[in-house]
């Protein structure tokens, strides 16, 4: 008998046993066939122990010829002869990487031979021996469906954690210092106040000295004020992606759940690029793209100069200092600044970029906070590389915020979902005044 029907046969004698143990009286007929499987048990446990013995020697004489045991010399536990019977670990940065005959070909895989090599799984297939499935453990279970097919478990894959690698997004760092406000029309205007005569005032109202007696009875009149408004319109973006039933249902990972998360990314994005870029036509205008700001030119035609950045920074009236910035991206613009040197070779923008505490700052520069937005264009010729200013004054107009729909029945026949993002929002720089722009020009 082979060793396998002996293992089947014992099991099942074992389990009738314990089925015949368990009744509350024994009958005689139960008494005697429990005489029975003590006698053919007691046979099996004889033939195993014989073959285990054999197996023994076996397994010395082809570790003494510097060989691997192979039980029977044919197969066990999965691993079967091919070719010759020389069997071979190769190893690669100090783990047993594969298990091949002298003809090179595969006997076992490295995660078979992981697993038939842990002392656990020789007491968890003795487990299964005595009590069955049914009666194993939890622990002794798993274990044992670590092996290979034919000892009765499965190979286990490699572990994949329930996460993803990607890359981190541009900050959103800009949208937070604008004005936000909704409506609920596909577009909003605002009254204006229109004056561009200085930037004192704020309309063109004087008093008149008129002296005790004022000259006629329209002297003191003032000049009226000029209003206006500003149209910003509201605009609408999509987006979608097709996913198969079949990805949905077996990835480790929610992506349903995932790829709403990277809608809502990808819009906050949107907002960031189109508050800087926005070209006006089909979308929201952006501030480098309004004809109304004042720029200030960089000194060169095709770089940045510190006397240029000093004209920036004490062209904007006093009255927005408080909340004004100096916006420019780090890996372009930021870091031509920092190369910016005196006569003596000294980096004009020296400030350490840490406090007493250790703790990491936003270096500022002659004494403005300065944020960096990856969407803010490189230092080049004509190009609008910085933006300084209270950003208050650009208006960011949500009509109806980013809405996911799951299209489940449209794409049913050829087994996908549809996944439509939709968005309305409009902007527009509303009070100008608040910013200026660095013109890379000379």
Avoid: C
Avoid at 375 to 385: I, Q
């Amino acid at each position: 008998m082979a060793l396998k029907d002996l293992q089947e046969k014992l099991v099942s004698l074992l389990q009738e046993s314990d089925i015949i143990a368990g009744k509350a009286e024994l009958s005689p007929a139960d008494a005697e066939r429990l005489q029975v499987i003590v006698q053919e048990g007691n046979g099996l446990k004889s033939q195993l122990i014989a073959m285990g013995e054999a197996q023994k020697l076996a397994d010395w004489g082809r570790q003494s010829a510097g060989m691997l045991p192979l039980a029977g010399g044919a197969t066990l536990l999965g691993m079967s002869p091919a070719g010759g019977m020389d069997i071979e670990v190769r190893e690669k940065n100090g783990r047993k990487s594969i298990l091949i005959s002298d003809d090179g070909e595969m006997l076992v895989n490295p995660n078979v031979y992981k697993t038939l090599t842990n002392p656990d799984y020789g007491r968890a297939f003795k487990s299964y021996l005595r009590l069955g499935q049914n009666g194993m453990s939890g622990d002794a279970l798993k274990t044992l469906q670590e092996g290979s097919d034919p000892a009765g478990g499965y190979t286990v894959p490699e572990e994949l954690l329930n996460r993803l690698i990607a890359r981190e997004p541009a900050p959103r760092t800009l949208q937070s210092k604008v004005t936000r406000v909704t409506t609920s029309r596909d577009a909003l205007n605002v009254p204006q106040l229109i004056y561009t005569t200085d930037n004192q005032y704020t309309s063109g109202m004087r008093v008149t000295w008129t002296g005790e007696i004022p000259a006629s009875a329209t002297t003191h009149n003032v000049t009226d004020p000029s209003f206006g408004q500003v149209h910003i319109p509201v605009w609408t973006a999509m987006m979608s992606l097709p996913l198969t039933n079949d990805l949905i249902e077996d990835s480790t990972v929610n992506l349903i759940s995932f790829m709403s998360d990277k809608f809502n990314e990808t819009i906050e994005l949107l907002y960031e690029n189109m508050l800087i870029n926005g070209t006006g036509v089909g979308q929201p205008e952006g501030i480098i793209n309004n004809g109304s700001v004042s720029s200030i030119n960089s000194g060169a035609a095709a770089a940045l100069t510190w006397d240029g950045l000093t004209s920036l920074l004490y062209a904007l009236p006093e009255q927005y200092d408080q909340n004004a910035v100096v916006a420019m991206n780090k890996t372009n613009t930021a870091q031509a600044l920092a190369k910016l040197k005196d006569g003596d070779g000294r980096p004009y923008w020296a400030t350490s970029p840490y406090d007493l505490t250790g703790e990491r700052l936003q270096k500022p520069i002659q004494g403005y906070p300065v944020v960096f937005n990856a969407f803010m264009p490189n230092v080049g010729a004509g190009n609008k590389a910085m933006i300084f200013g209270d950003f208050s004054g650009y208006w960011l107009v949500n009509r109806i915020g980013m809405s996911i729909q799951v299209l489940r029945e449209l794409y049913a026949e050829t087994n996908k979902v549809m996944l439509l993002g939709r968005i309305r929002f409009g902007g527009k720089l509303v009070e100008y005044w608040r910013l200026r722009l660095g013109n890379v020009a000379a």
